[in-house]
């Protein structure tokens, strides 16, 4: 008698196998989750998206004009497609893990064979498909009431995927920290609001003054919101391949920290 | 093979309290085996580094050979546990959880559904299989985790008191259960305040007290080493005082009611024949207490003397 991994680990192409069930179970249980409360997890990103299109796009946007040559409800709406994926990745990692570490089901996985990497590999592509979600709902939104250019598919795609993936391991490591439930909540309203809304979602950094564009070069949702919109409109405030090489940085740093966290297991095993 | 084999486990929580103070202790393959202790003895911080929950401060541990250290992969696939307290997620349904869990121990989705309608077939789960399990009763809650422990067939299970909050009717269909399973050929640990249990289920046990083993030896020996046994007879008829009974020890609780301590080189045939004797009809006699439970609670006062 001997166990699945137990006999796989005798064999590398099995052992990646079981990995790999392990790995599609975190996703299919992600996956369940945010099916299971879609009022939570799905809805509310479309009913803002409604709220910004109406109120920014329509009664504002008229009177603002034009910026950088497109209409401003055009302008901004890879902005606000790229700040309900951040938030949404953010949150679904955040919630989820933190969840299981205060109903102690976070066990399930500690005990099992599956390595570290996995479980966050696992969890952060549940926070990339919920990002994935949500971003298509709210482009649905939008695209219904606007007609939004495409002009470099490949990018729209990669710089979802990078922004999605650094802020679903922005929210594992915040889950890994916090102690109590508030603690999951201070980053998205202290940190991640200000820095999205600071980020050229609603607005180009040109026409800002030179201290205040120098200043918002330091904020690194301004890489993510500019080589989305670049994707979409074909302009960018920041060069895209220096958006690119800082979220591929990002994401490295942030895998590491969390693989080597989960490992310590600070603040889960004792 | 051992199933587990611990050398010098120590753990030294963050707060100071050492926990464990090396434990040296080996669990054979195919035994049902009892690890009992008084409550903070250190059973669960064993348990918690042997499943990885708890990490050691110092030793070495080993299931089925293969090292926590070196191997954690191999070895953590070897092990089933069912903690003490309810650690699954309440929000999804039994079904749910026990095919999730296989997932996490490589088992393709297919096999798991086929293994989840067995175990929880077998645990009377079966009819519960899509409600929420919050909704679950107590006793279902816990064969519940004992299925979602069992999905992935493994070589050692750890229950830590698996039976604790059960009542008296699921508690022996549970023990009927854990039988044919360690029939089949898994390792069990089991650890319980009910001694009962433990006498009834176990070949094997290790006292465990203060973080350190202070019995281990097989359930039969460790019972005959029990001297004394104290026996309550209930009588037909009522006496004032109790009876004479040279060489034993005898105690009227009320004037039904009698206590006799009998020494192992005594009878109980020579007592009756004595009783009848004088008159006394004896019409039902029970053990006063549980015997592991007189051994167990001598030899943790006598370590807490020491």
């Known amino acids: 008698m001997s166990t699945v991994v137990e006999r796989a680990t005798r064999r590398p192409l099995a052992l990646g196998r079981a990995r790999w069930i392990g790995f599609e179970t975190i996703l299919i249980r992600e996956f369940q989750r945010i099916v299971r409360i879609w009022p939570q997890t799905i809805l509310p990103s479309a009913v803002t998206a409604t709220l910004y299109l109406v109120i920014f796009g329509s009664v504002i946007g008229r009177r603002i004009g034009t910026m950088e040559g497109f209409a401003y409800m055009v302008y901004i709406a890879p902005g606000l497609i790229m700040q309900a994926v951040i938030i949404n990745s953010y949150n679904n990692v955040v919630s989820s893990f933190y969840g299981a570490k205060f109903g102690r089901h976070i066990e399930e996985l500690l005990v099992s064979p599956l390595p570290s990497w996995i479980i966050v590999s696992g969890y952060v592509a ?3 498909m919920r990002g994935a979600m949500v971003g298509l709902v709210v482009s649905g939104v939008w695209m219904f009431f606007t007609r939004l250019p495409v002009s470099h598919p490949t990018i729209i795609v990669a710089a979802a995927v990078l922004t999605s993936v650094t802020f679903s391991l922005g929210g594992f490591l915040n889950a ?4 109590s439930f508030d603690q999951i909540s201070i980053i998205p309203t202290f940190v991640l609001t200000p820095l999205i809304y600071f980020g050229g979602v609603f607005y180009s950094i040109n026409t800002l003054p030179a201290w205040a564009r120098h200043l918002s070069l330091v904020d690194p949702i301004l890489y993510m919101v500019n080589s989305f919109r670049f994707g979409f409109l074909g302009v960018s405030d920041v060069g895209v391949w220096d958006a690119f090489a800082i979220m591929i940085v990002a994401v490295t740093v942030l895998f590491l920290a969390a693989i080597l966290l989960l490992d310590r297991s600070s603040g889960i095993r004792e | 093979m051992n199933a587990l084999s611990v050398q010098g486990l120590t753990k030294t929580y963050g707060n100071g309290v050492q ?3 090396g434990i040296d202790l080996a669990v054979e393959e195919g ?3 009892a690890l009992l202790g008084p409550n903070g003895a250190g059973k669960t911080t064993l348990i918690g580094i042997v499943t990885s929950l708890v990490r050691k401060s110092g030793g070495q541990a080993t299931i089925f050979g293969y090292d926590l250290d070196r191997e954690l992969e191999a070895a953590k696939s070897c092990i089933g546990v069912v903690p003490q307290e309810i650690n699954f997620n309440q929000f999804e349904s039994p079904e749910t959880i026990v095919v999730n869990q296989a997932g996490f ?16 077939k077998q645990l009377q789960l079966w009819d519960k299989r899509k409600h929420a399990s919050r909704a679950l009763s107590g006793g279902m809650k816990r064969r519940l985790m004992i299925a979602r422990a069992l999905m992935h067939e493994p070589r050692l299970l750890i229950l ?3 039976t604790a909050g059960v009542d008296i009717e699921v508690r022996r269909s549970m023990w009927e259960f854990l039988r044919e399973i360690n029939q089949r050929g898994t390792t069990i640990i089991l650890t319980t305040h009910y001694l009962e249990e433990a006498e009834t289920l176990c070949r094997n046990i290790a006292i465990i007290d203060h973080g350190r083993i202070i019995e281990r030896d097989r359930m039969s020996n460790l019972l005959r080493r029990l001297h004394t046994e104290t026996f309550v007879l209930t009588l037909r008829h009522p006496l004032q005082q109790a009876p ?10 009320d004037e039904h009611t009698l206590e006799v301590e009998i020494s192992t080189e005594q009878n109980v045939n020579d007592l009756f024949a004595r009783l009848s004797a004088l008159g006394i009809e004896v019409i039902s006699m029970r053990n006063k207490v549980n015997r592991l439970e007189e051994i167990f609670i001598r030899l943790v006062e006598k370590g807490a003397a020491a």
Not at chain 2, 105 to 120: D, E, F, W
Not at chain 2, 244 to 253: E, I, N, T
Request: aromatic share 14%; charged share 20%.
């Open chain 2, 160 to 162: 830590d008191e698996p």
């Open chain 2, 19 to 21: 926990a464990l103070k």
């Open chain 2, 31 to 33: 035994d049902f085996f």
């Open chain 1, 126 to 128: 549940g926070g990339v």
């Open chain 1, 176 to 179: 890994m920290f916090a102690k």
């Open chain 2, 244 to 253: 004479g009974l040279p060489a034993y020890s005898a105690k009227l609780v």
């Open chain 2, 105 to 120: 121990y490589g088992i393709a989705r297919p096999v798991a559904r086929a293994r989840a309608q067995l175990y929880l």
